[in-house]
């Protein structure tokens, strides 16, 4: 790993409901196989700490829970000069551990620690529910919308690393 590539994450447990948003968006990324891109899943925030420690860029997908209608976008900056995540949106499993901790912490502990690279972005997608099973209908009708969104955000983040370089 290099600080000009750029890490895709898509957080989420796959069989909590609209929470395996970020690892279907991501697995319809890596599909795209884009040169000095790489692609992962997680379920566990805490990872991030040093999952992207080496790397110029990252793009996380993640569901949210902010009370707005299920499979509303969000997009963030929160790089290293960026604003902090509003942990009452971006909150975490609540089962406990460390799912605890969530995508917030992990980006301020990251900040904190010096861990978190220059240019990172968060596409957030609104969540309907957590429960075990399948998507909602409404995550699955938007799947592609985040898709394109997602692809958008990585391509220019992709685009700012190797123009640093």
Known sequence: MSANRVLVVG????????????S?????????DLDAVDVVTR???TALVQLWADHG???IIDAV?????PGRLHIREVGDSGEPLPTSAFTA???GGSHAFGL?????????LGTLPAHVTVVGVEAKSFGFGPM????????????????AELIALREEVQSCA
């Open 24 to 32: 279907v968006v991501a697995e319809r990324l890596a599909r795209l």
């Open 57 to 59: 860029a990252a793009l």
């Open 43 to 45: 379920e566990d925030p």
């Open 11 to 22: 957080l989420g447990s796959p069989d909590r409901g609209d929470d395996a948003v970020g």
């Open 93 to 95: 499993a609540g089962r």
């Open 136 to 151: 909602s209908p409404e995550i699955q009708e938007g799947l592609d919308a985040a898709v394109a969104t997602a692809t």
């Open 104 to 112: 917030a912490g992990a980006v301020e502990l990251a900040r904190t």
């Open 65 to 69: 829970a902010s009370g707005n209608p």
